[in-house]
């Protein structure tokens, strides 16, 4: 019995020692796992800087080419031909279309030698008179006979001045068969061909031009924001006191990208349409790449004043819950809390926090779904480049 409980005794001594060796030898690689898993994840962290954001009201506006000036034909002809590429641009002064001109170059000969006939029938009666007058003192002549003389001299000179009219009638009517485009801008497509009869009855429309740089923008705005804007103007005089002082809009073309060029409001309607309740606006923007045309939709942004520190972040770090929009802030001790903002408005991939923010408040980038309520990360700090500059 003794042998057999010794026996018991050594051969549990000998697990004991055997188990214990194992966890020694275990317990280094065990630990290396538990650190690993301790260690706090490495995140991108956008410390967020103050940003100049400008008070914009949002309006639809359609581009406009002023002036846009329809080309007709004014004499009635032959279409000859035309001299240019449609859909280029035109120079004032082009030639543009060319209207069969014999019919006008015989018009204007024979206006011509008709006034030069009637110049001579002039010089005539001129003579007739001045040889008759001195005959009249000396009673050679009876008064009716003079008087005749007189009369048949303004009659001739009537003529002449009438023939005059003619000939320039005949040199207009010429200089129309040579049409010139009137402005410089963009030519549309021909409405007639080479060798179809124009100006027969009622003015031929042939192709229309359009002035685009400056393009303009017409707008609607409503009663309520123009009351808004007016007051606002008035309640700060001293920034809009002089012509250069206009309220400036951006645009934001059909592509969603913003134009490059800053434009003004150079109009005003003098009366709100009682129909629709709005007042009719014009911006003017440079368009020297022709980029634009007329006819093209945008919105119009109407630049009122400019916020400086405001809150811009990428639409990326916001998280919507419920219909309530969050972000995930880090703290001083680089934990992770999720706290509710108020959103402004979108601008590309970057939008306002109108509250919940404020310069120098970091927010979480990414690892949003590993995301646990007071999580500890190793923030990795990104730039801020937010840049909504308007101006």
């Keep these: 019995m003794k042998s057999t409980f010794t026996k018991s005794i050594t051969l549990t001594l000998t697990l004991a020692l055997a188990l214990l060796a194992g966890m020694v030898l275990l317990s280094p690689g065990c630990k ?19 940003t100049r954001v400008p008070v914009i009201l949002e309006m639809v506006g359609q581009a406009v080419g002023i002036p846009t000036v329809n080309i007709t034909a004014r004499v009635e ?139 303009y923008f017409d707008i609607q705005m409503t009663e309520r924001d123009f009351l808004n804007i007016a007051r606002y ?40 349409n009682p129909q629709t309740g709005t007042i009719a606006l014009r911006a003017s923007v440079p368009n020297p790449d022709r980029l634009i045309r007329p006819g093209s939709f945008a919105t119009v942004n109407l630049i009122l004043m400019e916020v400086e520190n405001a809150v811009v972040i990428p639409q990326g770090a916001t998280q919507q819950i419920q219909g309530k929009n969050f972000v995930f802030a880090v703290g001083k001790d680089n934990k992770v809390n999720r706290i509710p903002i108020l959103l402004g408005r979108t601008m590309g991939n970057q939008v306002i926090v109108n509250a919940g923010l404020k310069p120098g408040n970091k927010i979480l980038l990414e690892g949003f779904q590993k995301f646990q309520e007071g999580m500890i990360i190793k923030p990795i700090l990104i730039k801020d480049t937010s840049n909504v500059d308007m101006r």
């Design 233 to 272: 103007i008035l309640e700060n005089k001293e920034k809009h006191a002089s012509p250069a002082s206009t309220l400036k809009v951006r645009v934001t073309l059909a592509d969603k990208r913003v134009y490059e060029h800053l434009g003004e409001i150079d109009f005003v309607d003098r009366a709100i």
């Design 32 to 50: 290396s796992k538990m650190q690993q898993k301790k260690e706090p994840p490495a995140l991108k962290v956008l410390e967020i800087k103050g």
């Design 77 to 215: 002809g032959y279409l000859q031909n035309w001299s240019f590429q449609e859909g280029s641009i035109v120079q004032k002064g082009q030639l543009l279309f060319t209207i069969e001109p014999d019919r006008y170059v015989n018009n204007l000969t024979n206006a011509q030698a008709d006034l030069d006939s009637r110049i001579a029938g002039w010089e005539k009666a001129k003579l007739d008179v001045e040889r008759l007058k001195p005959l009249l003192s000396t009673n050679a002549i009876s008064q009716n006979d003079y008087d005749v003389a007189v009369m048949t001299e303004r009659q001739t000179q009537a003529a002449v001045e009438s023939a005059r009219s003619k000939l320039a009638d005949a040199k207009l009517n010429l200089s129309y068969t040579s049409i010139t485009s009137p402005i410089t801008g963009f030519i549309g497509k021909v409405n007639v061909n080479p060798g179809n009869l124009v100006g027969h009855g009622d003015a031929t429309l042939l192709t229309t031009v359009s002035a685009i740089d400056p393009i």
